[in-house]
């Protein structure tokens, strides 16, 4: 293994060759810690097929870059070296080489869409907010599936966290009894440092503000508009939280305890959690319950009486929440934004957990074939399911080519609206995505309460 990984892929239709394609730069996801470019479950060779298809052709690359410590490592010494986010950095490189090299591939380097999921997406949203919002005309449109520029760990993180994490890799790396433990860790073997990384350390990175890359308060950027204003493409699975949300709250003292011990990074005072609390019903109204299962359905102790409940608040508080916020901020500052709820549940993953984070990302590619999965998502599901992956995967090629999603050429749908929040009264309109029932705009009004609160305390309570 060598940590020399920066190899892109490029996919092109033929005969594209000294023409100017619309590019889309995937960034991949994994929690910053795993993934990568080359994954069979991000082939791009679908999608731009698909754009060909609708007369709307585009080029996709996709683009690796390190991970764990070996992209996201920080300490005082780090940041003295000036070297932090370097995870970021590789991605940034990236976009500067499709910058210079795109056009020699039939690509045009003034239509680069960056898109990214999980982690991608939270990458992409941190390009746009990068250096206080200074557009180096890197991009000019922007995807986001599952993450956005509010990244949680990134608002709560603090550099002791990373110093305290440092500080067990040089240890472990045998570097601790070393004057410049820097230089020290630069000069162990691969296998060496990565043992080390490995022992000490698998989880808990994420890009992090360094006074340079990330200035400050992502949650301020949105609120004052510092941020490229490109159009945006942004969106989340119904059931996110069911992925990141805990299994076993079975009544209101256990949610309270999960509501004080999650996520924040300063102390959630009584008046808070009584708020939360009745923000976040266990009984939530009809129109507020987003899930495959119905309500009456009571579930086990196992998955917590208050499985509903649990599930809304982590969902909200990782994902939906700020991509509200994101959509808000867009259509406030005039910028096009074209939100989106997903609410497929593919196989084989049951109903009781519904639509989970990830389970988009087949349907955007069009992976019909299930490359890389241990099942194929696709396998015994009727047509609706390769239907509405027709249609996601041609509405975001049309969003690369066009910068608008409704180009995709399909008929019986109807179309997908800018948000905006003047006309609708401050309430913008998704566009919600299910196999099981008509694709079609909705009002992004659900859990309006609990979001609008959450959203109050991105800096009070799970900022520094």
Same mark, same amino acid.
């Not at 991000?42 to 060779?45: D, F, H, K, R």
């Not at 162990?188 to 990565?194: I, K, S, T, Y």
């Given at each position: 293994m060598d940590e020399d990984c920066l190899a892109l892929n490029v996919v092109r239709p033929a005969g594209s060759a000294g023409q100017k394609l619309p590019v889309a730069v995937w960034i991949h996801g994994g929690g910053y810690i795993m993934g990568g470019a080359t994954d069979r479950r991000?082939?791009?060779?679908f999608i731009v097929q698909n754009s060909v298809d609708i007369g709307k052709p585009i080029i996709a690359v996709s683009i690796p870059y390190r991970l764990s410590a070996w992209g996201f490592i920080d300490s005082q010494e780090v940041r003295s070296a000036g070297i932090t986010n370097i995870g970021m950095q590789d991605q940034r490189q990236a976009l500067y080489w499709i910058q210079e090299n $795109?056009?020699?591939f039939g690509g045009d380097p003034t239509k680069v869409t960056i898109w990214g999921e999980s982690a991608g997406a939270g990458s992409v949203g941190i390009h746009l907010i990068a250096y206080g919002g200074r557009d180096d005309k890197l991009f000019s449109g922007a995807i986001c599936e599952s993450g956005n520029s509010i990244l949680l760990g990134s608002q709560n993180y603090n550099v002791s966290d990373g110093?305290? $994490?440092y500080n067990n890799i040089t240890t472990a790396a045998g570097c601790s009894g070393s004057a410049d433990t820097l230089s020290c860790l630069?000069?162990?073997?691969?296998?060496?440092?990565?043992?080390?990384i490995n022992i000490t350390r698998s989880y808990g990175f994420y890009p992090y503000q360094d006074s340079t890359l990330i200035q400050g308060s992502q949650y301020d950027q949105l609120n004052n508009g510092n941020f490229i204003k490109v159009p945006l493409l942004s969106g989340a699975n119904t059931d996110e939280g069911a992925s990141f949300g805990p299994r076993g709250i079975n009544n209101d003292s256990a949610f309270a305890t999960y509501l004080t011990n999650t996520g924040r990074t300063r102390p959630l005072n009584a008046s808070t959690v009584a708020i939360l609390q009745a923000v976040y019903p266990n009984l939530p109204a009809a129109s507020d319950v987003l899930y495959s !299962?119905?309500?009456?359905?009571?579930?086990n102790s196992t998955y917590g009486f208050q499985f509903r409940r649990a599930v809304a608040?982590?969902?909200?508080?990782?994902?939906h929440a700020a991509r509200r916020l994101q959509c808000q901020s867009w259509a406030m500052q005039n910028v096009s934004a074209y939100c989106y709820r997903f609410n497929a549940i593919p196989y084989p993953l049951p109903n009781l957990t519904g639509s !989970?984070?990830?389970q988009e990302v087949a349907f955007v590619f069009n992976n019909l074939q299930g490359l890389g999965y241990a099942f194929n998502p696709f396998q015994g599901q009727p047509q609706s399911y390769v239907d509405l992956s027709s249609l996601m995967s041609r509405m975001w090629a049309s969003f690369v080519h066009d910068g608008n999603p409704n180009g995709h050429g399909l008929q019986g749908y109807q179309q997908w609206p800018a948000y905006d929040v003047v006309s609708g009264g401050g309430v913008g309109y998704d566009y919600f995505f299910d196999a099981n029932t008509t694709s079609r705009p909705e009002k992004d009004s659900w859990r309006a309460e609990g979001i609008a609160y959450l959203n109050t305390l991105w800096k009070t309570v799970y900022g520094r």
């Open positions: 991000y082939n791009l060779s $795109i056009a020699a110093q305290a $994490i630069r000069a162990a073997p691969f296998d060496r440092l990565n043992a080390a !299962v119905p309500l009456d359905y009571q579930y608040f982590g969902g909200d508080l990782a994902f !989970v984070h990830f």
